[in-house]
């Protein structure tokens, strides 16, 4: 067969990794394909919490508005009681809007929603997703993957420098690998639905019998569409019935009420939950991101937001090995990201048990995804020790400056694009960073183009802060170690090579 077509990275499975990461390589000029096995995109609402950290990297991506319009936020919950009355709880703590968190409560919307949107922006970007194709073999060496793609128009053999397996919990690219995906079965499975129902008002998440796994049912109301999502455990073994008439019968039996009235069923899913964390996330050339790495209950909401950042760690790094950064960069991906799943696992599974005992479902800080870092990776580098502010490896968060005519600017904004960025006090400019493509520098400092009077970088001392293009401290500098601030680019940026 002909090799039809040479890419840079074939990106297979077009749910909520696979796009972010098609997106990310979109803006960053990479050639490449994102295909997709189904007909046409997955209609069923199931990941539809959005946590803050996500939202900070969708706003990156240029789709947090639209998100957050498509979207809303999440109503109280009611938790009633055997005799009709109810108390009323929030999902999550309240907590004050800060300068250095921009976005701090989880949204609500319908996967099918957010990944509609993702494809827009795909679109606006030059791409699509290619529906209808199916990889079904591939081989990899040191020069590349050689792929099969199965498609309405046939079989087709492409070469691609890089494949990344972003094919779900079932990942075909894993089981090529042979890569093992140890774990456990949580002895819990449940019913997810996206339905049509009246006798409910949509101010609120119902919860009917909280803390008892056999009659529990929730019922939210959809945010940016006319559904509710209905869960609720089931046995593990048997079918349940999942027709408009099926459901109807199981919520009237378990919440005791006869005005619930469902219209229809747009998606129905029963599913056994687990927390598996595959072994290696790299073979070669070949990726594994998202559902493919890692599967856990969906508790907390952390599944699809776990996936997202993934690519979003990925990304950058693939684009900058592509332009002659050294490989080694793409060893961080598995070095930084596997931890992470690892403790969002541990920390599903808490919040599942914390569900069993006493239907907990508040969620707190560690759910959005603010405090996750890669202190501990090769790729932090921290000289300046006196800096009061964020370290190497931590979130590089926002920050209300002023420019040098009074006008206010946040931080974020000087982030946003696919660079590093160098914030610099301001006598560090000319002896720290000579320009070269793919750094941006920011002078901040009384005299400089950004000022920052309260002292939210904790720059205040001097210093420079290297900000990865995914938003995290690289490293720290003295204002006077230009040769250390040039070898640490020359992991990470090809251009430094020259
Ligand atoms: C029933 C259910 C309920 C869930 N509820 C929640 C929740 O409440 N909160 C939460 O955070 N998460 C939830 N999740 C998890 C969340 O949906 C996933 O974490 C998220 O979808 C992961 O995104 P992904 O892109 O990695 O994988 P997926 O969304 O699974 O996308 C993988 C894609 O790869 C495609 N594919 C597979 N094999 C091939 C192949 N050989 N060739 C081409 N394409 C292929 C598939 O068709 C699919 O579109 C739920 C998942 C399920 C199934």
């Known amino acids: ?70 979207g809303g936020v999440y109503p109280p919950m009611r938790d009633y009681r055997e005799d009709g009355s109810f108390v009323e709880k929030t999902m999550s703590e309240a907590r004050p809007a800060s300068p250095g968190i921009p976005y701090f409560i989880a949204l609500m919307i319908p996967q099918f929603l957010t990944e509609r949107v993702m494809r827009e922006r795909l679109a606006e970007l030059g791409h699509e997703v290619e529906f209808a194709s199916t990889l079904t073999s591939f081989e990899h060496g040191e020069g590349g993957v050689s792929v099969r793609l199965q498609s309405r128009d046939g079989e087709e053999r492409i070469e691609a420098r890089y494949l990344v397996g972003a094919d779900g919990g079932r990942s075909f690219v894993r089981g090529v690998l042979a890569i093992d995906f140890p774990g456990k079965a949580l002895g819990v499975r449940a019913i997810v639905a996206d339905v049509s129902l ?32 209905v869960q609720a455990p089931v046995p593990l073994e048997g079918d349940p019935d999942l027709s408009a008439e099926g459901l109807e019968r199981m919520i009237a039996g378990r919440a005791g009420r006869s005005d619930i009235a469902l219209r229809s069923v747009s998606w129905a899913s029963t599913y056994a939950m687990n927390a598996r964390l595959a072994e290696r996330y790299r073979v070669g050339r070949v990726f594994l991101i998202g559902d493919a790495a890692h599967i856990h209950p969906p508790t907390g909401g952390q599944g699809l937001n776990t996936s997202v950042q993934d690519a979003y760690n990925l990304g950058w790094k693939l684009a900058a ?40 479902m508040r969620r707190g800080r560690d759910t959005h995804q603010l405090d996750i870092g890669y202190p501990g990776s090769s790729l932090s580098y921290h000289q300046r020790v006196r800096l009061s502010g964020p370290r190497a490896g931590d979130r590089m968060h926002d920050a ?44 901040v400092g009384e005299a400089a183009e950004l000022r920052d009077p309260a002292n939210q970088l904790g720059m205040a001392d001097g210093g420079c802060l290297l900000i990865r293009p995914d938003g995290y401290v690289g490293a720290t500098f003295e204002t006077d170690s230009p040769d250390l601030v040039d070898r640490y680019l020359a992991r990470v940026l090809p251009s430094a090579n020259a």
């Open 321 to 360: 090995v592509l332009s002659g950064a050294p490989d080694a960069l793409l060893d961080a991906y598995e070095e930084e990201r596997r931890p992470v799943a690892a403790d969002v696992l541990g920390l599903s599974i808490r919040l599942l048990d914390g569900h069993h005992e006493q239907g907990g």
């Open 198 to 229: 009246t006798g409910l008002d949509r101010d609120y998440w119902h919860q009917f019998n909280v803390g008892d796994m056999e009659r529990l049912v929730a019922i939210c109301p959809l945010a940016g569409t006319d559904l509710f999502q």
């Open 1 to 70: 067969m002909e090799v039809r077509d040479e890419i840079d990275v074939l990106i297979c499975g077009a749910g909520a990794a696979g796009l972010t990461l098609a997106i990310d390589l979109a803006r960053r000029g990479v050639s490449f394909r994102i295909i997709d096995r189904l007909e046409r995109p997955f209609g069923g609402s199931r990941g539809k919490g959005i946590q803050p950290r996500t939202q900070e990297i969708f706003e990156d991506l240029g789709i947090i508005d639209r998100i957050m319009a498509a």
């Open 400 to 443: 209300t400056l002023t420019g040098a005519a009074g006008q206010p600017r946040r931080l974020f904004d000087m982030l946003t694009g696919p660079h590093w960025t160098l914030i610099a006090s301001e006598h560090a400019y000319r002896p720290v960073a000579a320009a070269r493509k793919g750094l941006r520098v920011v002078m």
